[in-house]
């Protein structure tokens, strides 16, 4: 059974940082992309970040580019948003999201990735 739980979410400060956490169990972790999504109230989920399997190509939304870092550690089957200068229009959901390397040309789209997590709120206030 493939798992994938995410952690780290909050309440922060507009301008603050926060790391979330998703770590995934129940398949081979190296074989997969990861993605993160987010949901803001009353909004479509929408991408944020994917990192693909060989850890070196890294994608990302305009909102969040050059303030959000995705990563991956392989020997602990976890991949990593790293959120920094925060802003009231980042709160939301965030979705972590895995897809099989052989669709890493999907990276964009939700139905390419078959397993999800739970979801970890971050709310920014301002």
């Known amino acids: 059974q493939v798992q994938l739980v995410e952690s780290g979410g909050r309440l922060v400060q507009a301008g603050a940082s926060l790391r979330l956490s998703c770590t995934v169990s129940?398949?081979?972790?190296?074989?997969?992309?990861m993605g993160w999504f987010r949901q803001a109230p009353e909004k479509e989920r929408e991408f944020v970040a994917h990192?693909?399997?060989?850890?070196?190509?890294?994608y990302y939304s305009d909102s969040v580019k050059g303030r959000f870092t995705i990563s991956r550690d392989n020997a602990k089957n976890t991949t990593y948003l790293q959120m920094n200068s925060l802003e009231p229009g980042d709160t939301g959901v965030y979705y972590c999201?895995?897809?099989?390397?052989?669709?890493?040309?999907?990276?964009?789209?939700?139905?390419?990735?078959?397993?999800w997590g739970q979801g970890t709120q971050v709310t920014v206030s301002s």
């Open positions: 129940g398949v081979t972790f190296m074989n997969l992309g």
């Open positions: 999201a895995a897809l099989n390397k052989r669709y890493s040309y999907g990276y964009l789209l939700q139905r390419y990735y078959p397993y």
């Open positions: 990192i693909h399997y060989n850890g070196v190509n890294t």
